[in-house]
């Protein structure tokens, strides 16, 4: 049985995959001409360091399509690891053909040994598709024979709360809450407080719902910064804001919650993802503390309110809790 080096040949681009899973897939590549494509930014400094840690070389790159690279890679390898959500898969593998060069070859890593999408997916993306057994998964490999047209894997929703007229939002996978209003965020913006002229900051803003229901409440005088650390979701954001009329805002592609100035916001709005949740939310809360002014309000979203509600009482003195949606919505606020 050929092993992926043997199938592979350079140049070769890694598509996603967690960073310590990449640096194993790469330990006996011999080639430096390695490409390793991430959409989040958090992820690709987790990946250069683990990459230096072992003195491994790889160019990292964060784009918010696959095919914002350039179609010159002999092999895409496609760790499709555990958990990531399948029409994100989906998108991978027909983004993938657009950057391979003529006969390049495709490689997806599936962990499951009987994988059902795979070679039904590649079989319509790229004509037919070879298997075979890989450890406790499978390796799925052809080669790009021809062209075919780009699409784009977008779902548009309507979402509406409270009395206002229902706004519209673009959606794509990778993206969180992909083709509809999450709960969790319904909840965070039918409890939260904004008033006209309010700054406010959504931190791990996604697709721009939370922060663009914000800004409609904010008004004309008001302003909303809109940051995440995954950059389809900040390009997703500026289409959105734009065509929900939003008149004073700005998109943010960032790691961390850095780069703004401290005491300039009046509303800081959080929904930390559900893993890491402790590690996360601490550093929004902190953050968003730091970045409130006086009388400035931080609401956050979870369900894990007994981790979640002593963060809050150690950086604003005390935590309020509304219960909505089968979620928990804190809020802390700062003194006048």
């Given at each position: ?250 998109a943010v592609a960032r790691a961390g919650v850095e780069g703004f100035s401290e005491k300039s916001f009046d509303v800081v709005l959080a929904n930390p993802p559900y893993y890491g949740q402790g590690t996360i939310a601490g550093l929004f809360v902190e953050r968003g503390r730091a970045l409130l002014r006086p009388g400035g309000r931080l609401y ?37």
């Amino acid at each position: 049985m050929l092993s992926l080096q043997q199938r592979s040949r350079p140049p070769l681009v890694v598509i996603l995959g967690w960073p310590r899973e990449v640096a194993d897939l790469l330990q006996d590549f011999q080639s430096d001409a390695v490409t390793c494509y991430q959409m989040d930014l958090y992820q690709a400094d987790r990946l250069r360091e683990e990459l230096s840690r072992r003195g491994l070389s790889a160019q990292v790159v964060s784009a918010a399509d696959l095919w914002d690279l350039p179609p010159d890679f002999e092999t895409g390898l496609f760790p499709a690891s555990k958990g990531v959500e399948r029409s994100l898969k989906i998108d991978m593998v027909e983004q993938a053909f657009q950057v391979l060069r003529p006969r390049g070859t495709f490689l997806a890593l599936s962990p499951n040994p009987n994988d059902q999408l795979f070679p039904a997916l590649l079989k319509k993306v790229f004509g037919r598709v070879h298997a075979s057994p890989s450890g406790t998964g499978s390796v799925l490999w052809y080669r790009r024979e021809g062209d075919r047209p780009r699409r784009r894997h977008e779902v548009t929703f309507h979402a509406r709360v409270g009395e206002f007229p229902s706004l519209h939002f673009l959606s794509r996978p990778g993206v969180f809450s992909y083709g509809r209003f999450d709960e969790g965020a319904r909840a965070l913006v039918e409890t939260m407080q904004v008033e006209p002229g309010d700054r406010i900051l959504d931190i791990g803003c996604g697709c721009g719902t939370n922060g663009i229901f914000a800004a409609r409440s904010s008004g004309s005088s008001g302003s909303v910064a809109m940051v995440d650390s995954n950059v389809r979701a900040v390009a997703l954001t500026e289409l959105n804001a734009k065509a929900n009329g939003v008149g004073r805002f700005e998109a943010v592609a960032r790691a961390g919650v850095e780069g703004f100035s401290e005491k300039s916001f009046d509303v800081v709005l959080a929904n930390p993802p559900y893993y890491g949740q402790g590690t996360i939310a601490g550093l929004f809360v902190e953050r968003g503390r730091a970045l409130l002014r006086p009388g400035g309000r931080l609401y956050l979203v979870t369900k894990q309110p007994d981790l979640v509600a002593p963060l809050i009482v150690d950086h604003f003195g005390s935590a309020e809790v509304v219960e909505r949606r089968g979620y928990a919505v804190l809020c802390g606020r700062v003194s006048a």
